[in-house]
């Protein structure tokens, strides 16, 4: 059973602040995906990794940086958190191959930035 | 470019009454579909892709290629029913997902 974990459920921060979402899945898959989720806006992809230290922009990268130094771990990073940073946060993996482009969503961080 | 579009965003039927969510999509190759699901306080999970063909939780979806849709249907709906519907459409980044559906089944 594929587990992708996310390190908070819930996190609040202050403008300004470096902010950093942790993202960890255990079932080998070498495709990882943030996406931000905001109602009537649907999901947006932020960035995505098809493999360690590697990453692509997706639809919405600006004011967020990530990181995947192991394959397991993809982390997002606010620079400088805003309050139009407020918002769910969505970790997602998989694996080409294998029902390619199903991909398997983490529980969520709900990030407050006030 | 890619581009999903659900045109509701809220459906609420009664009961045991027919369910059709609408998807449909752009795409210039040979697209491979998707629906998920996202039941309350719960994470996000596919429903069912077209290439299976089978039927989940009473749902089906067929992809018509001359309408460029890929609605989901159930023939009657289940107060169980009630959650958050994302049509998604893969391509070489990934997946692109509509904004959604919010379903609510009423008893």
């Known amino acids: 059973d594929v587990k992708v974990t996310q390190s908070s459920r819930y996190l609040v921060k202050r403008t300004g602040e470096k902010v950093f979402l942790e993202c960890v899945q255990d079932?080998?898959?070498?495709?990882m995906f943030w996406y931000r989720q905001d109602p009537g806006l649907g999901l947006r992809l932020i960035y995505f990794?098809?493999?360690?230290?590697?990453?692509e922009k997706g639809d919405i990268p600006e004011g967020y940086s990530v990181s995947r130094e192991k394959k397991e771990r993809f982390s997002l990073i606010l620079e400088s958190a805003s309050t139009n940073q407020t918002s769910m946060y969505l970790c997602?993996?998989?694996?080409?191959?294998?029902?390619?482009?199903?991909?398997?969503f983490g529980p969520g961080t709900r990030l407050t930035v006030t | 470019a890619q581009r999903v579009t659900q045109p509701e965003k809220l459906l609420s039927v009664f009961k045991g009454a027919p369910v059709e969510l609408k998807c449909n999509y752009s795409?210039?190759?040979?697209?491979?579909l998707f629906w998920y699901v996202q039941y309350s306080r719960q994470r996000l999970q596919l429903l069912l892709r077209?290439?299976s063909r089978e039927s989940i939780k009473g749902f089906t979806a067929d992809l018509n290629k001359g309408e460029t849709s890929f609605h989901l249907k159930k023939p009657f709906a289940q107060e169980e029913d009630s959650a958050m519907y994302y049509c998604?459409?893969?391509?070489?980044?990934?997946?692109?997902f509509g904004k959604g559906t919010h379903l609510i089944i009423q008893p």
């Open positions: 997602a993996s998989s694996s080409p191959g294998q029902g390619a482009d199903e991909q398997y």
């Open positions: 079932m080998d898959h070498e495709n």
């Open positions: 990794s098809y493999d360690v230290k590697m990453k």
């Open positions: 795409y210039s190759g040979s697209p491979e």
């Open positions: 077209h290439i």
């Open positions: 998604a459409l893969g391509g070489a980044d990934g997946l692109t």
